[in-house]
């Protein structure tokens, strides 16, 4: 792995040191160029980032905590590589949370955030990039929950984001057929949000995540 062109694509370097090696490790191994059991070697990373051993250990240290590494006891450290029952549970905790905060957040809707919601989708139904439609797509979720106000739920959906979607980024959004249904999914939501149906908006967000199960890839253990 380049980690100098990896570094390259996060940006230039702001903030601390250390958090600037977690950005450009998170980043790889989120976009899927650092993949599922790669090692990764402090003495590389080091070199290559030019930043000396310590930020390293505490970058991946916290990676380890969001659980994307892995480290191993005189063995250094490696991606964590998901099982297809890691992501099928990862599923079904996001949908049941985002259900509760949804339930909390939808009759709290302005008309602006439903304006932007629905500019959202027709940005979706533009959008011809891989990680643009992600980022759409989490943005939707983000919009339609944030008036729960509830940044222990939003932590936990973060955390699941940034694990599961690497596994599912080419299923979810490089099958037009799958993307069509997903922007249709997201409209019926909204549909429902403006028809003040606050528990309709909330059980089609849980089935909507649901969904994503059945697009788990077929190699995982």
Same mark, same amino acid.
């Given at each position: #792995? %380049?980690?100098?062109?990896?570094?390259?694509? +996060?940006?230039?370097?702001?903030?601390?040191?250390?958090?600037?090696?977690?950005?450009?490790?998170?980043?790889? =191994? $989120?976009?899927?160029?650092?993949?599922?059991?790669?090692? !990764?070697?402090?003495? &590389?990373?080091?070199?290559?980032?030019? +930043?000396? /051993? $310590?930020? +390293?250990?505490?970058?991946?240290?916290?990676? &380890?905590?969001?659980?994307?590494?892995? =480290?191993?006891?005189?063995?250094?450290?490696?991606?964590?590589?998901?099982?297809?029952?890691?992501?099928?549970? #990862? #599923?079904?905790?996001?949908?049941? $949370?985002?259900?509760?905060?949804?339930?909390?957040?939808?009759? !709290?809707?302005?008309?602006?955030?439903? %304006?932007?919601?629905?500019?959202? =989708?027709?940005?979706?139904?533009?959008?011809? %990039?891989?990680?643009? &439609?992600?980022?759409?797509?989490?943005?939707?979720?983000?919009?339609?929950?944030?008036?729960?106000?509830?940044? +222990?739920?939003?932590?936990? =959906? &973060?955390? $699941? /984001?940034?694990?599961?979607?690497?596994?599912?980024?080419?299923?979810?959004?490089?099958?037009?057929?799958?993307?069509?249904?997903?922007?249709?999914e997201h409209q019926a939501i909204l549909?429902?949000?403006?028809?003040?149906?606050?528990?309709?908006?909330?059980? !089609? !967000? /849980?089935?909507?995540?649901?969904?994503?199960?059945?697009?788990?890839?077929?190699?995982?253990?």
């Amino acid at each position: #792995m %380049d980690y100098r062109e990896l570094a390259e694509s +996060v940006g230039p370097r702001t903030g601390a040191t250390q958090e600037w090696v977690l950005r450009v490790l998170r980043e790889g =191994i $989120i976009s899927g160029k650092l993949k599922g059991g790669t090692q !990764l070697k402090q003495d &590389e990373v080091s070199a290559a980032l030019t +930043v000396s /051993h $310590i930020p +390293v250990r505490e970058a991946l240290r916290q990676l &380890e905590a969001q659980g994307l590494v892995t =480290i191993h006891p005189n063995r250094g450290s490696t991606v964590t590589q998901l099982s297809r029952s890691n992501l099928e549970d #990862m #599923m079904e905790i996001r949908a049941s $949370i985002s259900y509760y905060i949804a339930r909390r957040a939808i009759p !709290l809707l302005t008309a602006e955030d439903l %304006d932007e919601l629905q500019t959202v =989708i027709e940005e979706q139904k533009a959008a011809s %990039d891989l990680f643009e &439609e992600e980022r759409l797509n989490y943005k939707f979720h983000e919009v339609l929950t944030r008036r729960a106000k509830n940044k +222990v739920a939003d932590k936990f =959906i &973060e955390l $699941i /984001h940034w694990n599961a979607d690497r596994y599912l980024r080419d299923a979810l959004y490089s099958d037009p057929n799958r993307r069509g249904q997903s922007i249709s999914e997201h409209q019926a939501i909204l549909d429902a949000c403006r028809e003040g149906d606050a528990e309709k908006a909330s059980g !089609l !967000l /849980h089935d909507h995540i649901l969904e994503a199960r059945a697009y788990i890839p077929e190699d995982l253990d």
